[in-house]
């Protein structure tokens, strides 16, 4: 059996509600870790917006129809080093990610299921307090930038 690596290119997904409150998600594995929506591509050419509509559901259980819940490219990307604990996940020599930004506006009583093998908690926040929270620097920005970006 070939062992396939990770894409390094992934989406983020913040996930919000009109008022500007955050769910963010604490890793299974790393308790204390908390993050909005993240994950990589499954393919070289799958189109970043089913990434991030693929990983939502995954990793929440929150379906994106397109209407009531639609996700929003930001057109923006971040560069940043693949923490040294998880390279062994990517090819060798590959240390760095691209990650492409989105965020999702959703009811504040929309049910919110985890998968448990990634995840353990989920809390909602307003959005500087989560971006306070974050373990991720560009997580964290994203939610900094979250009323500019929504022109709030």
Known sequence: MQK???IPESVLVVIHTADLQVLLI???GNPGFWQSVTGSLDAVDEPLLA??????FEETGIAADGERIALRDWHLSNVYEIYPVWRHRYAPGVTHNTEHVFSVEVPRDIPVTLAPREHTAYVWLPHLEAADKCFS???AEALLQLPRVLGR
């Not at 990434?51 to 939502?56: D, K, P, S, V, Y």
């Open 4 to 6: 396939t690596h990770k």
């Open 26 to 28: 604490e890793r299974a």
């Open 51 to 56: 990434t991030a509509a693929r990983e939502l």
């Open 137 to 139: 620097a560009s997580n």
